[in-house]
Each structure stands twice: as structure tokens, then as C-alpha cells.
């Protein structure tokens, strides 16, 4: 069902667009009503779906260590963490229907396996150290490209990410304790946390997505002010923040390459390995199927909760029109 208060894509007549353009370069903030190029609108619900299904997908690999929290402090952190995450892709599902479409066609989308998630929840959870490798580290590029996008021209996408960012920080700084945690541990916990490094730091930085010449949606996104940044640009500024906090608690980043530039200020990394990034977005990660079959299993054991709310929705709105009749 299209929400009735939404702009209809007209013909994108060059006038329009020409207005339209005009108002993005001014910096002001698209909403809604506001007539919009068919094209932007289609650019901003394949990306904000694309968000919302990380945020839903990205519960499970967190989701599955939340019975095996050390401690009753770590699992409350970690069941809240895990619960905000959910409400995020409720948040953004919701930022995505102000464009005219049903979040149920775009759940279909992501069971069905057509829509993409991020790749980084592609990837196992195998120790208790992931748990603080992901807050830190997945959460921490989460913050960097949603810091960016809460000031981007669609002003519900902007101001969701805003809220969400708050959320976000507090996840990235439970996650940066259990690695400091762990860090000073004995042996044994070090070496986890280290390991857990290993295996998410290049994953990690793969969430930006492809490097610029290789990114076919920037051009477009950035001229229309959705991206503020480039890829490339902000996966330099994660890498920035990020391995004078690995050098704080003792940990060691995985690239031999890795040397700080004094010149620019910038820390150098070595080469990404695109051929597994382009791999896992194709369907082929680890835990591809996993996770979709993960999915595909909630969403139909949740089918008796929807119908439920359904009911309920349409018993109160038999009440509002009796008494308004
Ligand atoms: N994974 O031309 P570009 C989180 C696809 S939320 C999978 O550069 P664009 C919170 C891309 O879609 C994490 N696919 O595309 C949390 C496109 O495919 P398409 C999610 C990727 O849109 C923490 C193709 O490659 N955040 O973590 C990825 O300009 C902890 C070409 O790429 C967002 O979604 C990838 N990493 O830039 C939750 C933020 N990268 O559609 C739980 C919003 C690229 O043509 C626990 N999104 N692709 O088939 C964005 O900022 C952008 O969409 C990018 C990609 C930067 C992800």
C-alpha cells in the first residue's frame, strides 16, 4: 500500500529536476511532499532498504552469544545492543515508506534473497572477543558513514540517523571495553581479543563499499548530497580514528603495510582484498545462506505475532469509527 500523503513520481522534466538541483545545492532539505527525480527516490530506497536489512541481519551474529555472555552486566549490555539494533531497521523501514513504498514488499525482497545487507554480517562469531570486536569495530565504521549520512539531503533519512547515531556510540564504546577488557586478561583472553581483530579488521573496512573508481552509485549520491563523503574518504577517516585505539589497548592491526604518512596524517593500509568483498555481496560469504535462512525461519515463526497485531489494529479502528459515527 502506497502511504497517500507521498509525492507520485511524475515525468522527470528537465525544469524540475533543474529546480530540484538548484534546492540541493542550497543545501536545503528534501522531504517527503517535496516533488523529487523518480531516479533519487529509487536511489534512496535501494540504499535505505539495503540499511535497514543490515540492521535486521546484523542481530544474528550478536544474537547468538547473548545466552553465552560472561557475565550478567555483559549479557544486559548485549541483549539492549542487539534489541536497539532491531529498532533501527524498524526506524529506517519506516524512513523508506515516506518514499512510497511497503516495507513488506522490501522484507520480501531480502527473504527472497534479491535485496543486499551489508557484507560484514556475512561473517561467523566464534569467541566472546567478537562481541568486542564488532561493537568497536563494526559499530565504530557504522558511526563514521551515519555521522556523515545525518546530514544528508532526504530529511527523514537524516534525522533517523541522527537518533540511531546516539545508539551506535554507546554500542561501539561496550564493545571497545570487553576488547580492553580482554586485552589485559590473562594470556589466553589477549590472544582471543587479538584474534577477533584479525578476522573483523578487513572486514570492516570492506562496509564502506568499493573503492571510488570502482563505486558505480557515488557520482549520483554525492552530487544529489545523499553521500556527503566518498567511500574512500571515509573508510580513511575509520582507519584514522581506529588504530591509535587498537595501539591504546595493546592490540595489533593485521597489515603488515599499515604505516602512518607524516605528511598528510594519514595511516597508509595495505591492499583490500576486493575479490572476497565482491564474493560475499554476491551471495558467497561464510555465513550467506545462514543468515537468510536465519531470517526466512523468524520471520515465519513471528507470521502468528503480525496477524495478531493486525487484529488488534483493526478492533481499535472499528472502535474509533463507532465512535466517531
Ligand atoms: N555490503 O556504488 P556503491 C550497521 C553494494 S549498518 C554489501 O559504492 P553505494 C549497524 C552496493 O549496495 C551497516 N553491499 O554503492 C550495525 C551496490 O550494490 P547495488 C549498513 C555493498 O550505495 C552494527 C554495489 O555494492 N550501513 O552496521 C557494500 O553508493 C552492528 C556498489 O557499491 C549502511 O547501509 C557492503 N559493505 O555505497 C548493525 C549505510 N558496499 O545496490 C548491527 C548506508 C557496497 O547496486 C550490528 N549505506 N555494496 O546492487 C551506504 O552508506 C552506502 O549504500 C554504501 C555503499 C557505502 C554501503
Not at 529546480?19 to 540504499?47: C, H, N, S, V
Not at 571497545?176 to 584479525?198: F, H, R, V, W
Not at 607524516?262 to 554476491?282: A, C, L, Q, R, S
Request: glycine share 6%.
Amino acid at each position: 500500500m502506497t502511504p497517500s500523503n507521498v509525492a507520485q513520481p511524475a515525468a522527470d522534466d528537465p525544469i524540475r529536476v533543474a529546480a530540484f538541483e538548484g534546492r540541493i545545492a542550497a543545501g536545503e532539505t528534501i522531504e517527503p511532499k517535496d516533488w523529487m527525480p523518480e531516479r533519487y527516490r529509487k536511489q534512496l530506497i535501494r540504499m535505505m532498504s539495503q540499511h535497514a536489512h543490515s540492521e535486521v541481519v546484523g542481530m544474528l551474529p550478536e544474537g547468538n552469544w547473548i545466552t553465552r555472555a560472561p557475565s550478567l552486566r555483559r549479557k544486559m549490555s548485549l541483549l539492549a545492543k542487539v534489541q536497539d539494533e532491531g529498532g533501527h531497521g524498524l526506524y529506517i523501514y519506516c524512513g523508506t515508506e515516506t518514499l512510497g513504498v511497503d516495507r513488506h514488499d522490501l522484507i520480501d525482497q531480502l527473504l527472497s534473497g534479491t535485496a543486499k545487507y551489508s557484507s560484514i554480517f556475512n561473517y561467523p562469531t566464534l569467541t566472546w572477543a567478537d562481541m568486542g570486536a564488532i561493537g568497536w569495530l563494526v559499530d565504530g565504521a557504522a558511526i563514521v558513514n551515519q555521522t556523515v549520512l545525518a546530514k544528508c539531503s532526504y530529511g527523514p533519512y537524516a534525522r533517523a540517523m541522527l537518533r540511531i547515531c546516539k545508539e551506535e556510540n554507546f554500542h561501539k564504546r561496550q564493545g571497545y571495553e570487553i576488547m580492553a577488557t580482554l586485552s589485559k586478561g590473562t594470556p589466553a583472553q589477549k590472544a582471543m581479543a587479538q584474534d577477533a581483530l584479525n578476522r573483523w579488521w578487513w572486514p570492516s573496512l570492506m562496509m564502506f563499499g568499493p573503492s571510488d573508481k570502482d563505486s558505480p552509485h557515488s557520482a549520483e549520491l554525492l552530487r544529489w548530497k545523499v553521500k556527503r563523503k566518498s567511500n574512500d574518504e571515509l573508510r580513511q577517516r575509520f582507519v584514522d580514528l581506529t588504530v591509535p585505539q587498537a595501539h591504546a589497548i595493546a592490540l595489533v592491526l593485521p597489515d603488515p603495510d599499515l604505516k602512518h604518512n607524516t605528511d598528510t596524517n594519514h595511516w597508509e593500509i595495505g591492499p583490500i582484498n576486493w575479490d572476497e568483498f565482491f564474493n560475499v555481496i554476491k551471495g558467497n560469504g561464510p555465513c550467506n545462506r545462514e543468515r537468510l535462512e536465519a531470517r526466512r525461519r523468524a520471520h515465519a515463526e513471528g507470521a502468528w505475532v503480525r496477524q495478531a497485531a493486525e487484529a488488534y489494529a483493526a478492533k481499535q479502528r472499528g472502535r474509533a469509527q463507532s465512535t466517531a459515527a
